[in-house]
């Protein structure tokens, strides 16, 4: 891994190195308009830069532009992505109607379909992403982090798991693994700066943000804006014990 001056080091010291950066920014955005562009923008380049590294050697990605068909999993994002996203949505809604989409409703619609499936259940379900048209993502600039690290090796075997067969996904683990610090680095930090710092279904939090403009200013004053939308596959304390424990390692 890269660390934040640029030196190598382990997965133990980025995830240290991204809390600290990410501090920082928290420190000094604090209250700020800013501050979800700052932590989103140092996330996204921290992702890039270290995949890099990482897939270095590794095989060419399947992954290209028109390729959806991982796009019927559960999508899940933190408190600053979903803000992100919810205020592109409003920003491109006049463009994307002039042209015939309608994407708050779109989400909305997926949401009544998901909300409250798991996982497992989400799959089974395969619906179609609302976010995807003609196989191409309208929100791609601002996609989560989770979409980000999502990449695959084989198209055919996305495919085959898409349509329900059987088989084992060769996912990239350069992705997966630093997808997984850089979010897990944000989530601590905004835990230790009083910020709701869980994970959100993306559907069902971009429609709570949709109908509410106040969510980014509830949020930065300490509100779990977002509550209902909580994944609770992994309970927040659990987490907080997680983090704790890796930052006194």
């Known amino acids: 891994m890269a660390g ?3 030196g ?3 997965p133990l010291s980025f995830f240290k190195a991204q809390h600290r950066a990410f501090a920082e920014t928290l420190k000094t955005r604090q ?3 800013g501050l979800v562009d700052g932590l989103l923008l140092q996330a996204w380049d921290s992702f890039d830069r270290n995949v890099d590294i990482q897939a270095e050697g590794q095989p060419p990605l399947a992954c290209h532009k028109g390729c959806a068909t991982c796009c019927t999993l559960r999508v899940t994002a933190t408190a600053p992505e979903v803000l992100m996203i919810g205020r592109y949505v409003r920003w491109s809604d006049g463009r994307f109607k002039s042209i015939g989409i309608d994407l708050p409703a779109r989400i909305a619609d997926a949401d009544a379909q998901t909300r409250g499936l798991d996982e497992a259940q989400r799959v089974a379900l395969r619906l179609r992403c609302p976010y995807i048209q003609n196989g191409i993502c309208l929100i791609y600039q601002v996609r989560p982090l989770a979409c980000r690290g999502h ?4 198209v055919h075997a996305c495919v085959e798991a898409a349509a329900g067969r059987a088989g084992e996904i060769p ?3 350069p992705h997966r693994v630093v997808r997984s ?3 897990n680095a944000l989530q601590s930090s905004l835990r230790d ?6 994970l959100y279904e993306l559907n069902h939090a971009v429609c709570i943000a949709l109908r509410n403009e106040d969510c980014c200013r509830e ?5 779990d804006v977002f509550a209902p939308a909580a994944v609770t596959e992994v309970a927040a304390d659990e987490m907080a014990r997680v983090y704790d424990a890796i930052r006194a390692s």
């Open 193 to 198: 700066a009083g910020l709701a710092f869980r």
């Open 181 to 183: 610090l850089v979010q």
């Open 171 to 173: 996912y990239s683990e």
């Open 4 to 6: 934040h001056d640029g």
């Open 219 to 223: 949020w930065l004053s300490g509100t």
């Open 31 to 33: 209250g700020s308009d």
């Open 151 to 154: 990449a695959s090796y084989d």
């Open 8 to 10: 190598d080091s382990g």
